[in-house]
């Protein structure tokens, strides 16, 4: 049985969209079958994507000490049509910050209680100036998250 993994991404610049793609490259890794991915950036994303998703990984920048003002537009529409419907979900998380991450990691990590959804790690705050690691770290992160779907484990 196919399994689908939702792939929310807000990447507005080089760098998120290099973080996007390489995240995108774990997630499609060929040696993992049985994962459909579906891409959507915030804005395009609804709850019924959601509903129809296995799997989640959220992808956003941190501004203002805050998650991405799209993202904050994805939960401001779909936060209450989810709970209830998508308990034990697992997500995984990037968070692109210039400064620490805190307020977005925080935000997020009650949206996910209230949703019920499960972490499958800590979240990812990729913070201070352009590293190149950071590809790596979004290409495991997406990775680990469908090998883990494939193999029922999250």
């Known amino acids: 049985m196919t399994k689908s993994l939702l792939f929310i991404t807000h990447a507005p610049s080089d760098n998120t969209r290099r973080i996007r793609d390489a995240a995108l490259e774990g997630l499609r890794d060929p040696a993992i079958e049985g994962v459909d991915v579906v891409v959507k950036a915030p804005l395009e994303t609804v709850t019924a994507d959601v509903i129809s ?3 989640v990984l959220l992808q956003t920048t941190e501004n203002i000490g805050y998650m991405g003002g ?3 537009d994805f939960f401001d529409r779909c936060y209450n049509d989810l709970l209830g419907q998508k308990e034990g979900m697992p997500v995984a998380t990037l968070i692109r910050a210039g400064l620490d991450g805190t307020g977005t990691k925080r935000a997020l990590t009650g949206i996910y209680s209230g949703l019920g959804w499960r972490p499958i790690a800590e979240l990812t705050v990729l913070h201070g100036g352009w ?5 790596d770290i979004a290409r495991d992160t997406g990775m680990a998250l469908a090998a883990g779907v494939e193999a029922g484990v999250f």
């Open 53 to 55: 998703a296995d799997a």
């Open 70 to 72: 799209l993202t904050k």
């Open 131 to 135: 590293d190149e690691g950071f590809i």
